[in-house]
């Protein structure tokens, strides 16, 4: 069973960078989608970015696209998300997820069957 662990986030002042990780295991990157999701008090999970398994096509959010971008590293067996300039609408827990959409579907979270616990982002001045 793939096992997923966020880490990398904190608390950063508007404009600042971070870069989340996710570490996996009992998997091979090359065999699954990885995306990106993110969920604010109150609010639905919502889609980042993703990244294909086959080809390495990226996917992202219109209110990250040109800020963050999504990568993986089969070595590490590790996904990553570095986010620049970042603003005040994303802060939220953001988390990792495994899966194999359809192109069309790769936005929804319910195409993910696995997450990890998340790590809290917390962009404030």
């Known amino acids: 069973q793939v096992q997923l662990a966020e880490s990398g986030g904190g608390l950063v002042q508007p404009g600042n960078s971070l870069r989340l990780s996710c570490s996996v295991s009992?998997?091979?990157?090359?065999?699954?989608?990885w995306a990106w999701f993110r969920q604010a008090p109150g609010s639905e999970r919502e889609f980042v970015a993703a990244?294909?398994?086959?080809?390495?096509?990226?996917y992202y959010a219109d209110a990250v696209k040109g800020r963050f971008s999504v990568s993986k590293n089969a070595a590490t067996n590790t996904v990553y998300l570095p986010m620049n300039n970042l603003m005040t609408g994303d802060t939220a827990t953001y988390y990792c997820?495994?899966?194999?959409?359809?192109?069309?579907?790769?936005?929804?979270?319910?195409?993910?069957?696995?997450w990890g616990p998340g790590t809290q982002v917390t962009v404030s001045s």
């Open positions: 990244i294909r398994r086959s080809g390495g096509n990226t």
């Open positions: 009992g998997g091979s990157l090359s065999s699954y989608d």
């Open positions: 997820g495994n899966g194999r959409p359809v192109l069309s579907a790769i936005r929804n979270k319910d195409m993910y069957y696995s």
